[in-house]
């Protein structure tokens, strides 16, 4: 069993900056990907960022390209999402996951319970 807990949402003006951070506990999972997904009130729940603990290759949704970075701290077992120029639309829950090598929720197996960013105008 792999426990996820999410950390750093907030309140944030557009333009603005927030980090997240999800800790990881709980059997070894060093073949998993890692991955940030959002969802929005009254949207589906869509991928964000992924990395991979060994290695660490990175991929990330179009949608936030050039202005959020994954990184990850194995010896601390933390994953964290820095988001920069964020916008209104980067609005939503945000959840970290730990799966496989995909932008699809039904690859991933274990779920945070999730943090709340809010950007305002």
């Known amino acids: 069993q792999v426990q996820l807990v999410e950390s750093g949402g907030g309140l944030v003006q557009a333009g603005g900056s927030l980090t997240l951070s999800c800790a990881a506990s709980g059997r070894t999972f060093s073949s998993y990907v890692m991955g940030w997904f959002r969802q929005a009130p009254g949207k589906e729940r869509r991928f964000v960022a992924g990395?991979?603990?060994?290695?660490?290759?990175?991929y990330y949704a179009d949608s936030v390209k050039g202005r959020f970075t994954i990184s990850r701290d194995n010896p601390k077992k933390t994953v964290y999402l820095q988001m920069n120029s964020l916008k209104p639309e980067d609005t939503a829950v945000y959840y970290c996951?730990?799966?496989?090598?995909?932008?699809?929720?039904?690859?991933?197996?274990?779920w945070g319970q999730g943090t709340q960013v809010t950007v305002s105008s």
């Open positions: 990395i991979r603990w060994s290695g660490g290759s990175t």
């Open positions: 996951a730990a799966g496989r090598w995909s932008s699809n929720t039904r690859d991933y197996d274990y």
